[in-house]
């Protein structure tokens, strides 16, 4: 009797444990989609895998909204540690897409799951319904790159290729130049950047070498002239070129130069 | 030709291959796993099963040998670690370039040997975060490679005895009748450090440093053929 009775005590306090270790993380949950209701401008990313906490951790540094959607307790407890926001759920899910990209004020979409066909349902499932949500899909595989496409992905990202690129660089062979930003990447504090030149701004009529860009550590690669795409002029020469209005400049440099360029534009545009 | 071996035909080590596919290299691809080294040889490279237990098979696809770069990008990071280990001790010269897939192991395969580590989770995520923030670059980039005249990126070794060997970058000009853009290097004094050029820049260029440069194909090849004069 008395060991009947104390199964029944464990049988029911591990029950009542139970019930109530779900009833917190079902609050939990509900209190984190009231959190996520309050931010602007919110980045979801499906999947907190490798790739996922990468980003996230560039986003943090960067002041931007985002919210972790994954079902692992491993990739969970990492989000949980560097306390970002972070939702427990099964992503194929309509409600849960519904509850935490079409009820909030989500402008990008990052699906970094390495299984293509979660990535490709997520997809599917936000376009059918809001097609203006930015979406940015890693493909897993090679073969399925032309699908995303077709599913109207903004933008899709091999890894796999990108890395490559990344490597052949290295030993000496010529890379296609949209890949010199992945290169950059490597080199810390040195990133590549555009610079609109607003009607208006003091720059026009003027040459490089007439301007703050020429006094910098800046590198202007290219110029689009007044922003069209099939007009350019490569490594312009600061003695000679003159700004236009609504030019477009492809510069490299130091982070902090690239900024001081840009807040001096909209301080003439003031 | 340039001897290039790949370890590991992984999605990173297919898509380097696929982008060394010319006749300017002799890619072999060595891989533990029969349907890969299958998938390779269809493929169109040259590819054997390893298991290596020993040093022989390095040998025999020339590490120590006449290869001149080593891509250690298996799905695996032990074995990857492995291979660059026994790979340097093959060759002091050759150049390995080491997968890793958390950012932790790059001091380990640096040690092992490697002269840089790659992520693809990182590239991924690097690009991924580049096109939230900066989202016209990105188109504008792709379309400016899609043009008719080609601008590449190339990284050009500096000759020993060259016209630049020993100069100060502060008393040369060295982009003069040219249009390419230098854009840095890597010091090999440094350790493959990189430096961007700054204009008040006084650094002394050796052979063995690699100038990374912009420019159209035929401009790079121009430079380079003046530099080996």
Known sequence: LVVMGFLTLVLSSSIVTNALSEKISTIREGKMLSQIGKLTNLIVIFGFGRMGQVLAEELKKNHKNFVVVDLSDENLTKAKELEYPYVCADASNYNIINDIVFKNDVYKVVLTTNNDAINLSILLTIKAKKRDIGIIARVNSYENIKKFYIAKADHVIFPYQTVAEVAVEYIGNSVRFDTIDNILVQKESITLDEVSIPKGSDYIGKKISETVLDSLSITIIVIFKKGDRENFVFNPDPDRYRFDANDLIIIIGEEKDIFNIKDEISRQML | ?229
């Open chain 2, 1 to 229: 030709m340039r001897k290039i071996v790949i370890f590991g035909y992984s999605k990173t080590g297919r898509e380097i291959a696929k982008l060394l596919l010319n006749d300017e290299y002799d890619v072999t691809v060595i891989d533990e796993n029969p349907m890969l080294v299958a998938l390779a040889n269809e493929e169109g490279f040259f590819a054997r099963q390893t298991t290596l237990k020993d040093d022989k098979v390095l040998t025999e696809v020339g590490i120590g040998d006449g290869a001149e770069v080593l891509f250690c990008v298996s799905d695996d990071d032990s074995l990857n670690l492995f291979v660059t280990f026994s790979a340097r001790n093959l060759d002091k010269k050759i150049k390995i370039l080491t997968k890793i897939i958390k950012k932790e192991d790059k001091k380990k395969m640096l040690l092992a040997g490697a002269n840089r580590t790659i992520s693809p989770y990182n590239v991924g995520a690097a690009k991924a975060f580049r096109i939230i923030q900066k989202p016209k670059l990105s188109r504008v980039l792709s379309k400016f490679s899609a043009l008719k005249n080609k601008i590449s990126i190339r990284e050009v070794v500096i000759p020993e005895k060259s016209f630049l060997d020993g100069v100060s970058l502060n008393k040369v000009d060295i982009s003069k009748d040219t249009n390419l853009i230098f854009l840095g290097l890597l010091s090999k004094k440094m350790g493959e450090k990189f430096i961007f050029f700054t204009k008040d820049i006084s650094y002394k260029l050796n052979a063995g440093d690699i100038l990374i440069v912009i420019g159209s194909r035929k401009d790079s090849r121009i430079f380079e053929e003046k530099l080996w004069k």
